[in-house]
């Protein structure tokens, strides 16, 4: 099993859509978490840090839930330029960070 | 704030030539940087874990004569390709960390072509 999973998707959504993803990491003395969005042939950019309380910016919200060792990351009103690979980076202890091998979304007119 | 610069961005070289990419962290001290390759439609692959002053960690099955890298200061690691063969040609991204449980922040990477 790997250390963090998620569903590659793709994920085809209309504009407007609401689709959520879901990223489980095995290792429960995980520390921090994170969702990034990567677009074809660029760096992975930053999305948002996830909360133990859960967080929203915009669109945009993250939860994370430690019983279960998954986080998830919801997006509303999808756009256009919302289509990217979403990935999930979880530091499991002492700067070992460790990705899942990403979301892929494609949001269509 | 937390900007990791990579360069080249871009580089042709030919096969059987050695290629040195930087990485720097320009605003603050990185004790770990990482180094990763994709390739075209697949996922990031940790290749090594680089820590300042001493030997980098590699990933299992990547190379660690063929993939040097040096970490001689806080704000500086090197990946070399040496003896670059037309199947390392890839796209190469660092990251760096700020801090204790801080997100990742990536250097704009380095495509790769070996001719």
């Known amino acids: 099993r790997k250390e963090v999973e998620q569903d590659p998707g793709p994920f085809n959504v209309p504009e407007g859509a609401t689709v959520a993803f879901n990223c489980t990491y095995s290792?429960?003395?995980?520390?921090?978490f994170f969702w990034y969005r990567q677009d074809c042939r660029k760096e992975p950019k930053l999305l948002m840090s996830?909360?133990?309380s859960g967080n929203e910016d915009g669109r945009f919200t993250a939860q994370l839930n430690r019983a279960s060792q998954y986080i998830s990351l919801l997006i509303r009103d999808s756009k256009l330029s919302d289509s990217a690979t979403y990935l999930c980076?979880?530091?499991?202890?002492?700067?070992?960070?460790?990705f899942g091998a990403g979301t892929r979304l494609t949001v269509k007119p | 704030g937390a900007v990791v610069s990579q360069h080249p961005s871009r580089v042709i070289c030919k096969s059987g030539t050695s290629v040195k990419i930087e990485c720097r962290s320009l605003?603050?001290?990185?004790?770990?940087m990482f180094w990763y390759r994709q390739f075209p439609k697949q996922s990031l692959m940790l290749m090594a874990t680089?820590?300042?002053?001493?030997?980098?960690?590699?990933e299992q099955g990547v190379e660690k004569d063929k993939f040097l890298i040096n970490h001689a200061s806080l704000t500086l690691s090197t990946l070399t390709v040496t003896s670059a063969h037309p199947e390392d040609s890839s796209f190469y991204i660092c990251?760096?960390?700020?801090?204790?449980?801080?997100?990742?922040?990536f250097g704009n990477g380095t495509r790769l072509t070996v001719t």
């Open positions: 990251s760096a960390l700020p801090g204790v449980r801080s997100p990742l922040h």
């Open positions: 290792n429960s003395a995980s520390q921090s």
């Open positions: 996830v909360y133990s």
């Open positions: 980076v979880v530091n499991r202890n002492n700067n070992d960070m460790r």
């Open positions: 605003d603050f001290q990185a004790t770990t």
């Open positions: 680089s820590n300042e002053g001493s030997k980098a960690t590699y």
